[in-house]
């Protein structure tokens, strides 16, 4: 059974910085492209990151650019998200992904972020 | 940065017919194939449909999809009290260098 568990959400003030990881069991994590997905509070769907199988490629939505750095562990099955400089808007559910925009396409069930003083 | 449109809602009776639409341009819908999502209340979203007009194993056949040009859409036929949901169209976009997501549509069954 594929199975995308994330934790490292939490309470964080404005400036701070977080570590998401997500924990991947059930398939071949090496195989495919893992994303990041984030949802604000009552708001629709936003991509945030990708990362290649091998981590050899990374794309970032602008706002986060600079920010915010995907990485992978392929022996750990692993994948994170690095946020430094948070801000209020990145108050989110953030969503490990894996293989986003194709027939494999899976989803965790999230971990929130809140920026707040 | 939501650059695919989608009504804001939509509704229908049980047993009805329900269409969203999902209007994009050629860097991405136009180039790149579609997908679907569904969020049910409380829930993470789940793959509904894949390439403009596949369906994953387990969805039912009630949920099809089409795409012609810079547009797809989602229909759902034999509408039920379990299809309520918010419903999200995806593509990656070539300029944006990015998967961009819908603006998303709530079904609600009256």
């Known amino acids: 059974e594929v199975q995308l568990v994330e934790s490292g959400g939490g309470l964080v003030q404005p400036g701070g910085s977080l570590r998401l990881s997500c924990a991947a069991s059930g398939f071949t994590f090496s195989n495919y492209w893992m994303t990041w997905v984030r949802q604000a509070p009552g708001k629709g769907l936003e991509w945030v990151a990708n990362?290649?199988?091998?981590?050899?490629?990374?794309y970032y939505v602008d706002s986060v650019k600079g920010r915010f750095t995907i990485s992978r562990d392929n022996a750990k099955n692993s994948l994170y998200l690095q946020m430094n400089s948070l801000r209020g808007e990145d108050t989110a559910v953030y969503y490990c992904?894996?293989?986003?925009?194709?027939?494999?396409?899976?989803w965790g069930q999230g971990t929130l972020v809140t920026v707040s003083s | 940065q939501s650059v695919l449109t989608q009504p804001p809602s939509a509704s229908g009776t049980p047993g009805q017919r329900v269409t969203i639409s999902c209007s994009g341009s050629t860097s991405n819908i136009g180039n790149n194939p579609v997908n679907w999502y569904q969020q049910l209340p409380g829930t993470a979203p789940r793959l509904l449909i894949y390439t403009n007009n596949q369906r994953p194993s387990g969805v039912p056949d009630r949920f099809s999809g089409s795409k012609s040009g810079t547009s797809a859409s989602l229909a759902i036929s034999g509408l039920q009290s379990e299809d309520e949901a918010d419903y999200y169209c995806?593509?990656?976009?070539?300029?944006?260098?990015?998967?961009?997501f819908g603006t998303g549509t709530k079904v609600t069954v009256l």
């Open positions: 990362i290649k199988e091998d981590g050899s490629e990374k």
């Open positions: 992904v894996r293989a986003v925009g194709s027939s494999s396409a899976y």
């Open positions: 995806a593509a990656w976009d070539g300029s944006l260098k990015g998967y961009v």
